[in-house]
């Protein structure tokens, strides 16, 4: 089954409370609220060195680690572009892991840019993602005029607010 989403893509480069550097890549869904994906690398480990290592040498990468977030926030970016000729792909497999292609059409052929993984997160951080997108959609102040709308509108006026690009999601 295929279809096309929205899926809100987050970023975040960060320190371990060792002082390793990470970057992780968040996938979440408003029409799922129990789709929650990561795409993590810690650099200074050897399984994780390695497995980007791996993923540098397949994909033929021209970047080191510290420059893949840098990478894949500047491609993101362009992917949104509407002349861009990119898009993604997102699937998930029977095993429940997912891969995102990001694609590009130039004249008759398409290719892949970037092709990467990731791992549905455990269940005590999907609930915390619950939590706290419910408890944010009680703070946020409705439009003006919401006094005529029903939750349903208000939350439909939230999503449309948002820019997030949207994602053809296969299940495989």
């Keep these: 089954m295929e279809k096309l989403e929205k899926i809100t893509v ?11 550097e990470y970057f992780r890549v968040e996938l979440t869904s408003e029409n ?3 789709f929650f994906y990561a795409h993590m690398y810690q650099p200074l480990t050897s399984v994780d060195q390695e497995s980007f290592g791996v993923i540098q040498e397949q994909q033929k990468l021209n970047c080191e680690f510290h420059d893949y977030p840098k990478f894949c926030i500047q491609l993101l970016s362009d992917m949104i572009k509407p002349d861009s000729g990119m898009w993604p ?28 993984d990731f791992s549905p997160m455990p269940e005590d ?7 706290f997108r419910c408890s944010s959609l009680t703070q946020v102040r409705p439009p003006q005029g919401a006094d005529q709308l029903d939750g349903r509108e208000t939350l439909r006026h939230l999503q449309d607010t948002e820019a997030d690009q949207p994602i053809s999601t296969t299940t495989n």
């Design 89 to 116: 792909e997102f699937t998930i497999h029977h095993d429940g892991s997912g891969r995102l292609i990001i694609m590009k059409e130039i004249s008759i052929k398409i290719f892949n840019v970037l092709i990467v």
């Design 32 to 34: 799922d609220i129990f």
């Design 10 to 20: 987050r970023m975040f480069c960060c320190l371990s409370t060792e002082g390793q």
């Design 125 to 131: 951080h999907v609930k915390q993602s619950i939590t």
